[in-house]
């Protein structure tokens, strides 16, 4: 049983690149989450969706864009990285509105 | 304006004897509080959680405590064991836009001495 998975686990940008951070579960969840988590710092909510086709703020958006095109995926989108972004990235799902919401292994992101 | 607070970023615990992990909050408005356990290159492991309308929840060797009128939580790990050195999270919840938003604590590191 896989849950959720994130991919890649590690990557290194330099200023100004783009890419997309990839979220799958397989619990058939209908809420997910992305979080960023830096040193000394809990966990701050990105973005999240409520629902395929869905998505919303969530405490710090800016410099990023989400998609939820399929149920089981959710892609997180820097269009031009800073080093701001430099971070461990986590997807999280859950099944219902208040439930127990269940992580993936992180990514990894130094931008330079 | 950190509205979730864990104010020991480390903890050193004897094996066999309790941990207490604490966490103060600001927002009254939180309905859930959660435990999340963290092992390095992994992401966060849900661990155990408590309503706002409860003080005490209890499951196996983890139990924790609410102080509504102090704003406070704490984690009760009796008796520790090496497997629990890892760093844990206090996060509260809140319902709203059809969503359970987590405001996280900034993390203790726990370690459990032979």
């Known amino acids: 049983n896989a849950g959720v998975t994130q991919t890649p686990k590690f990557r290194v940008l330099k200023t100004g690149q783009s890419m997309t951070l990839l979220c799958a579960q397989d619990?058939?969840?209908?809420?997910m989450y992305w979080y960023r988590q830096d040193p000394g710092m809990g966990l701050r909510l990105i973005h999240y969706?409520?629902?395929?086709?869905?998505?919303a703020k969530g405490e710090v958006p800016d410099g990023y864009n989400v998609s939820r095109l399929k149920k089981q995926n959710f892609l997180l989108g820097l269009e031009s990285a800073a080093p701001s972004q430099t971070s461990v990235y986590f997807c999280?799902?859950?099944?219902?509105?208040?439930?127990?919401?269940?992580f993936g292994p992180g990514t990894r992101l130094t931008v330079l | 304006d950190q509205q979730v607070k864990q104010n020991s970023p480390s903890l050193s615990v004897q094996e066999g004897r309790i941990s207490i992990l604490n966490c103060d909050y600001t927002?009254?408005?939180?309905?859930?509080f959660l435990w999340y356990k963290k092992y390095p290159a992994e992401g966060p492991t849900f661990l155990i959680s408590?309503?706002?309308?409860?003080d005490k929840n209890e499951d196996g060797r983890f139990t924790v405590f609410l102080n509504k009128s102090a704003k406070h939580l704490s984690l009760h790990i009796v008796p520790s064991q090496p497997g629990d050195s890892a760093v844990y999270f206090c996060?509260?919840?809140?319902?709203?836009?059809?969503?359970?938003?987590?405001?996280f604590g900034q993390g203790t590191r726990l370690t459990i001495n032979p």
């Open positions: 619990m058939n969840h209908e809420y």
């Open positions: 969706s409520v629902g395929e086709g869905t998505t």
């Open positions: 996060a509260a919840s809140a319902l709203s836009q059809g969503a359970q938003k987590l405001v």
């Open positions: 999280a799902s859950s099944g219902l509105a208040g439930g127990t919401q269940y």
């Open positions: 408590i309503s706002s309308i409860k």
């Open positions: 927002n009254s408005m939180f309905d859930y």
